[in-house]
């Protein structure tokens, strides 16, 4: 069966700091992989998406860039965060014809 | 531009009623929607779908409806339990460059009360 790993779960960061979240799924090949940002009392906002290795496209102009050097790996960065980079970012695969998306268990960034 | 909104924030429903969440959309691209559940700090699971070609889907307790001349659809819940309090989203799929591009509402927090 597929699974989805997201880390780190929390974290907190100081303002100007680098930022590297990672995103690896199991049990597929080639899937759709997504970068989604819930911010306080707002609803999931798609950053980023890769429909395979390199491949990226981004939704947002932001303080955020992603990459995809491997199949099943997705890394959320930035080289100097912002106060209002602050949110739950969370890591997804699907999406393709009929499978809906399916989730990691995210992570609480912190930036202060 | 909310292409796909919920409007109301918060729900409270006596546990064994029925539970009714609302969303809109203004997109009539959409060919496909969905409803995932979140409890706090984790991700969202995905709970039930609908295919644009289709009014209702049914699973379990849960019943999801689709107006299309409205751009509306709900999520039926019955009988709504106590586990069943969480923030329920609402999404909308369509084709977007060779990908399936899922847009979200703003969810509604579902308290069911025992």
């Known amino acids: 069966s597929q699974t989805i790993h997201q880390w780190p779960a929390t974290l907190v960061q100081p303002v100007g700091s680098p930022l590297s979240l990672e995103c690896t799924v199991e049990?597929?090949?080639?899937?759709?992989l997504y970068w989604y940002r819930q911010a306080a009392g707002r609803g999931l906002q798609l950053l980023f998406y890769s429909v395979g290795i390199g491949q990226i496209s981004s939704e947002v102009p932001q303080n955020l860039s992603a990459s995809r050097p491997q199949d099943r790996q997705f890394i959320l960065s930035s080289k100097k965060l912002l106060l209002s980079d602050s949110g739950f970012y969370l890591c997804?695969?699907?999406?393709?014809?009929?499978?809906?998306?399916?989730f990691g268990n995210g992570t609480r960034l912190t930036v202060t | 531009d909310q292409q796909v909104k919920q409007n109301s924030p918060s729900l409270s429903v006596q546990e064994g009623r029925i539970s009714i969440l609302n969303c809109d959309y203004t997109?009539?691209?959409?060919?496909?929607f969905l409803w995932y559940k979140k409890y706090p700090a984790e991700g969202p699971t995905f709970l039930i779908s609908?295919?644009?070609?289709?009014d209702k889907n049914e699973d379990g307790r849960f019943t999801v409806f689709l107006n299309k001349s409205a751009k509306h659809l709900s999520l039926h819940i019955v009988p709504s339990q106590p586990g069943d309090s969480a923030v329920y989203f609402c999404a909308a799929r369509m084709n977007s460059g060779g990908y399936q591009k899922v847009t979200f509402g703003t969810g509604t927090k579902l308290q069911v009360i025992p």
């Open positions: 049990g597929t090949s080639n899937p759709n």
């Open positions: 609908i295919s644009s070609i289709k």
């Open positions: 997804a695969w699907g999406g393709q014809h009929n499978s809906p998306l399916h």
């Open positions: 997109n009539s691209m959409f060919d496909y």
